[in-house]
């Protein structure tokens, strides 16, 4: 059995496909698994430290303004779908998943040709562009978030959560010496947000009488920038990046963060309040989009980038303290439980449907 998973750009893209590799490696252990990305990326650098995953090098062209760099990029798509049919063949590959990133675009829509099962994840709550141009030719669509606010063809999208957080192992978080001090994280993402970080300086530097403690993850970027605040103050832990990232949510009263798909998944897994400032510099505005749909089903607040100062957070900040006011049952009502294990069953049933 010869399975193909794509996915690329941002961690949001490839945690999902790491976590169904895994799956389909606890399930299916004669299954043969190739995961197509861009050569000297992220994602390489994440496959090849999995066991017994071939890596097969793709290449795509983002588009622009620019109407040459458009017309080439259609040049290097129709080349691409054309390798990616013969390497599919030669494969005898029987099923393709991808889960977002302009790279998948040439490896779906060849699969799609050969009349290869194929199915898509969206993690968002609004369609990216790749997924909106595939969504007409997949077989199956699998989305994090009710169809509603996506309007993929009704009849093949299946609503089963981000396969992201059911994987990780909670590990020691080292809190337990904060003592009765309310935690409250702070994170701008895998790179870090200078805006946040700004905010957070602030909020951290202005809260020392209050009983809370931060634990302030600033990307690898900006550390050296905040790093003395961990030496100049007792209120706070302040680090570049953590493997430990679940371990803090699961530890911490609240999170401040931005709406990335990961970490909405994973603040609706560990039922966690939150205050979602989104990037406004995403496609689609993807990540505003996010927020608001927690925001309407009231599990969890928002500030507008534009709006980030230090006096409205602590305020906000304050009233999910001390004033409840988001509902846990408001996020548990958006959970779903074992997204990984559902995608991946319902799309293996489509290649049983071939046999």
């Known amino acids: ?41 992220m994602e390489e650098k994440k496959v090849k430290e999995l066991p017994a995953i071939s890596f097969i090098e793709t290449t795509c062209l983002g588009f622009s303004k620019n109407m040459l ?88 999208t299946i609503v089963t ?14 809190l337990e010496l904060v003592g009765n001090k309310k935690i409250i994280m702070i ?24 009983p809370w403690f931060f634990v302030f993850i600033t990307g690898e970027k900006y550390y050296s920038s905040y790093q003395d ?23 911490c009263d609240c999170i401040i963060s931005r709406a990335g798909a990961t970490t909405i998944a994973e603040i609706i897994a560990l039922e966690k309040s939150s205050i979602l400032i989104p990037s406004p510099n995403v496609s689609r505005n993807h990540q505003e989009k996010n927020a608001q749909l927690l925001v309407e089903k009231k599990a969890a607040l928002m500030i507008a980038e534009s709006d980030l100062n230090v006096t409205l957070l602590k305020r906000e900040v304050e009233r999910l303290l001390t004033d409840k006011v988001i509902n846990i049952e408001n996020l548990r009502a958006l959970k779903i439980t074992r997204p990984a294990e559902k995608i991946v069953e319902e799309a293996f049933k489509l290649i049983k449907m071939e046999v």
């Open 229 to 251: 605040l961990s030496h100049s103050l007792n209120n706070c832990l302040v680090i570049s990046k953590t493997d430990k990232f679940l371990s803090y949510l699961n530890e």
């Open 69 to 156: 760099r458009n017309i080439k990029a259609i040049y290097v798509f129709i080349k691409e779908v054309r390798r990616m049919k013969k390497i599919l063949t030669e494969l005898n590959c029987q099923l393709v998943i991808g889960t977002g990133g302009n790279i998948t675009g040439s490896v779906l829509y060849a699969a799609a040709k050969l009349k290869i099962p194929t199915a898509i994840h969206e993690q968002n709550a609004v369609k990216g562009i790749t997924n909106a141009f595939l969504s007409k030719r997949v077989r199956l669509i699998f989305s994090t978030f009710p169809n509603e606010y996506l309007k993929f063809p009704a009849e093949k």
């Open 161 to 174: 959560g981000n396969p992201r957080t059911q994987e990780e192992e909670i590990l020691p978080s080292g």
């Open 1 to 41: 059995m010869v399975i193909v998973i794509t996915a690329g750009g941002t961690l949001g893209h490839i945690n999902p496909a790491l976590s169904l590799i895994k799956e389909i490696q606890n399930k299916y252990q004669d299954a043969k698994i190739y995961y197509v990305g861009k050569r000297s990326s």
């Open 187 to 210: 994170a701008g993402g895998s790179l870090g947000a200078k805006v946040l970080n700004e905010a957070a300086r602030e909020l951290i530097e202005t809260s020392r009488a209050y």
